[in-house]
């Protein structure tokens, strides 16, 4: 059997099926006939590519739509990821501004300050915390004013005490 014979048997039985219109690579019959379509090589070449290109253009679409599939989950997951990495630095910003307001306000316990402070709403709409606000409403979270450290010598501040060492000697000089 010639290879032209076999490729004709195969579009011939792979078309028996069609009665109806004129099919493509036919001689111009109505297809009316009972005698089965035959293709030259060269048609059934054609025909053959136009498959085959067909299937791949069919397989290289699923791919893409597979891909795209496939990179909009990974946005996603990106996008998800930046908006929690944007919010905690966002709160370590804060953080680190709380405690440098915090330590010029002199509060003794910085963590359990900052927590009170974020519960009870004492940082304003763009994150600046009051100070005075926090100071008023918790206390206890302040250091006490330390006393003057010449607290003893009375109200005049600057009283020399009774004992001097440079009076003694003096005494003792004669002088």
Known sequence: MSTEQGANDKNATANAGNTGGNAAGTAGGTGASDKPQTYTREEFERELQREADRRV???QKAWA???AEVLAAK???AETKLRELETAAKDREEYAEFIE???EA???NVK???LVAKGGG???ARGKFNVEKFRNDNPEFFLPMSGNANAGSGAGG???STFSMDRWIRSQAGR
């Open 122 to 124: 004492y940082f304003d």
């Open 65 to 67: 739509a597979k891909q």
């Open 106 to 108: 002199g509060i003794r």
């Open 75 to 77: 946005d996603r997951d």
């Open 112 to 114: 359990a300050a900052h």
């Open 158 to 160: 600057n009283q020399s």
């Open 101 to 103: 307001a915090a330590h």
């Open 57 to 59: 253009t069919e397989a």
